[in-house]
């Protein structure tokens, strides 16, 4: 009896402590060491369980890589940065910080799962609602070759990558250009087999590159 009673004090502290609104949420102001400990836990801990049986494509395919850059650059850099770049105004404002993918290596299936599926209260967006899972890996394939860049060769990879292109739903695309530009990739590629003789599946999806984007002002 004593212990239902202590169970049920605690309850009722505990949704009198949520309900007070005293717990600040903002982003401007951290968590407290054990509330940010027990979420980093329980964040690691589902991305892990959920990642560890993908199965891994080749991910030292140039081709994925190249054109992994293009979706990265377009996507990903506003809050993971790029070579040469220390900050940007969503990587200042978010928390947890994101962290910065250009000094670190991340796991590629709990990175695969994390693009995909997203993480909530993060910022961190399903990437998976607009993307298909080639894309994403490409896009993983890239980040394994990231921290080995400098800015230079960060652009001039994401120069040959085509752009921002992972098969439809990309914001600002033209769809009927793109359509028409895949077509010649496509047709490209298959003359090229020919010449050598050569029957192959592409080792990533065609790409093709995203129109301009209006400047940003405040």
């Known amino acids: 009896m004593t212990l239902a009673v202590l169970s049920g004090v605690g309850v009722l502290a505990f949704a009198g402590f949520v309900y007070s609104g005293v717990y600040d949420v903002g982003a401007d102001n951290a968590h407290t060491r054990p509330v940010l400990s027990l979420l980093q836990t329980m964040r690691e801990r589902s991305i892990a369980s959920r990642a560890e049986n993908l199965t891994l494509p080749p991910l030292n395919d140039p081709a994925r890589i190249r054109q992994g850059a293009g979706n990265y650059n377009a996507m990903c850099t506003g809050c993971h940065l790029s070579p040469g770049v220390a900050e940007t105004e969503l990587s200042k404002g978010l928390y947890p910080s994101p962290p910065n993918l250009t000094r670190q290596q991340v796991d590629p299936r709990e990175a695969f799962w994390a693009?995909?599926?997203?993480?909530?209260?993060?910022?961190?967006?399903?990437?998976?609602?607009?993307?298909k899972d080639d894309y994403i890996w490409n896009m993983v394939a890239f980040l394994q070759q990231l921290p080995s860049l400098d800015a230079a060769k960060y652009h001039e990879m994401v120069e040959k990558s085509g752009g921002h292109s992972h098969g439809g739903g990309e914001s600002g695309a033209d769809h009927h250009h793109d359509d028409e530009a895949m077509e010649h990739v496509d047709a490209d590629h298959a003359d090229e087999a020919h010449e050598h003789g050569e029957h192959t599946e592409p080792a990533s999806p065609s790409t093709v590159p995203e129109h301009g984007k209006p400047g940003h002002h405040h």
Do not use: L, R, V, Y
Not at 117 to 127: D, E, L, R
């Open 115 to 131: 693009i995909k599926h997203g993480i909530k209260a993060s910022g961190m967006p399903a990437w998976g609602k607009s993307m």
